[in-house]
């Protein structure tokens, strides 16, 4: 069992910076791959970007490239979303994912999540 806990959320002007924060529970943080993902009202929940176990490998969505960057600490059992130049279509909840497969992008194939944080980008 892993438990999720995400911070850092808040109100942002446009074109600021928000960094984000997971942490797991539990000594098997480093045997999960993390992601991001999120909800905007009344939109389904999205991917963002993961990571892999050892924080080599990367991915995200097209819509946040060039601007978030996912990394992870393993000897803090924490994983970190920073945002720069938000946009109000950033806006939404953010929810933390942990995977024991693999990169993937699909929200079925994550078997633990985060309370979520919500982000607000203002224009």
């Known amino acids: 069992q892993v438990q999720l806990v995400e911070s850092g959320g808040g109100l942002v002007q446009a074109g600021g910076s928000l960094r984000l924060s997971c942490t797991a529970s539990g000594r098997t943080f480093t045997t999960y791959y993390m992601g991001w993902f999120r909800q905007a009202p009344g939109k389904e929940r999205d991917f963002v970007a993961i990571i892999s176990r050892k924080g080599a490998n990367t991915y995200y969505a097209d819509s946040v490239k060039g601007r978030f960057t996912i990394s992870r600490d393993n000897a803090k059992n924490t994983v970190y979303l920073q945002m720069n130049s938000l946009k109000p279509e950033d806006t939404g909840i953010y929810y933390c994912?942990?995977?024991?497969?693999?990169?993937?992008?699909?929200?079925?194939?994550?078997?633990?999540w985060g309370q979520g944080t919500q982000v607000t980008v203002s224009s």
């Open positions: 994912a942990a995977a024991s497969g693999g990169l993937y992008r699909r929200e079925r194939d994550y078997e633990y």
